[in-house]
């Protein structure tokens, strides 16, 4: 590895799905990973297989907890190489089976909205004066944010709260690139447990999406909202 060459990328939710699926992608890549999951057994099984390939640091935690979000920041800060990219993927879904809006329990909707809005945002903060010149921000979001799907209220309002926050930052940080990014329905565990006691084995797996992401991260595209599966193989 090059260090002159190397990229330092943060990836929330990493231990599955689509963050381990992209993780496990930029390692083959060498780029340097700071990674952060909240089950910390599984973090560690992820950090020892990516270590093979490239320098890993694993952060177990909640990046709903602000004493989290200090630690990854400190993480960026030691690296001394500053943060190329920051990659919001940790989500919370919420009461499965999705509860009707006018029935849902207002503790859990406040739950969702601080893992899936304002942590994101928080994170960002954290690690602004780190984030090296053009570095790429990526919230992960989904058509729930943008489709009215009957049981969706909590998880959808809060990826379309995601997708305003992303759009305002992108108009007040024009220096760098903020996509949020549509992976579509893909076959993980938080998938199957929006519906429960369905067979999702039609659904893609999430590699399926990272071709796409890669091609944000590397390539010179405008900040935006992005179908993941729809970038892929364009120049």
């Not at 799905?17 to 909240?38: H, P």
């Not at 973090?43 to 297989?49: D, F, G, I, M, P």
Request: glycine share 8%.
């Amino acid at each position: 590895m090059n260090p002159k060459l190397t990229k330092t990328v943060l990836i929330t939710g990493a231990s599955r799905g689509l963050g381990l699926s992209l993780a496990r992608a930029l390692a083959q890549k060498e780029w340097k990973l700071i990674l952060t999951a909240r089950t910390k057994d599984v973090l560690e099984s992820v950090r020892a297989e990516l270590a093979a390939c490239t320098a890993v640091l694993a952060i177990p935690g909640d990046v709903s907890d602000p004493h989290i979000r200090e630690a990854l920041a400190n993480a960026v800060r030691a690296a001394c190489c500053g943060l190329d990219v920051l990659v919001n993927n940790a989500s919370l879904l919420g009461p499965s089976p999705q509860p009707h809006l006018l029935d849902y329990p207002l503790d859990a909707l406040e739950a969702i909205y601080r893992a899936n809005v304002f942590a994101p945002l928080a994170l960002t903060q954290a690690v602004r004066d780190l984030l090296n010149p053009g570095a790429r921000i990526l919230n992960i979001t989904s058509d729930a944010a943008v489709n009215a799907y009957d049981g969706w209220g909590g998880y959808g309002s809060s990826k379309s709260a995601l997708e305003q926050i992303s759009a305002v930052l992108a108009v007040e940080e024009p220096l760098l690139r903020f996509y949020w990014i549509d992976p579509g329905d893909m076959r993980t565990q938080m998938h199957q447990e929006a519906f429960p006691g369905e067979d999702i084995s039609d659904r893609p797996l999430p590699e399926v999406s990272v071709p796409g992401i890669v091609a944000l991260i590397d390539g010179d595209y405008p900040s935006g909202r992005y179908a993941a599966r729809d970038v892929r193989g364009r120049e």
